[in-house]
Nanobody, 116 residues
């Protein structure tokens, strides 16, 4: 089992920045991939960015060039740096951890609100 805790959300103005953190605990040796997802009201949850055990990253088209993802292996933590935020980035952001055995673990989510 892996426990997932997100933090770092909040209210920011358009053009501002936030950094989200996703901290894992428990069976961390089994972790393969971290992914950040978001869900806006009335919309489906979507992938924002991910990083795997080989440090390969993937980004949604709408955040490329604005968001970066980094992984601290020693701390079992992944960070999502969000720059030049837009109102359409407003959503609840979730961290999902995928284990080597293809088990998925979700955090409770953190709210990001971008005011215009």
């Amino acid at each position: 089992q892996v426990q997932v805790v997100e933090s770092g959300g909040g209210l920011v103005q358009t053009g501002g920045s936030l950094r989200l953190s996703c901290a894992a605990s428990g069976s961390t040796v089994s972790i393969d991939e971290y992914g950040w997802y978001r869900q806006a009201p009335g919309k489906q949850r979507e992938l924002v960015a991910s990083v795997n055990s080989g440090s390969s990253t993937n980004f949604a088209d709408g955040v490329k060039g604005r968001f970066t993802i980094s992984r601290d292996y020693a701390k079992n933590t992944v960070y999502l740096q969000m720059n030049r935020l837009k109102p359409e980035d407003t959503a609840v952001y979730y961290c999902r951890i995928t284990s080597r055995y293809r088990n998925y673990y979700w955090g409770q989510g953190t709210q990001v609100t971008v005011s215009s």
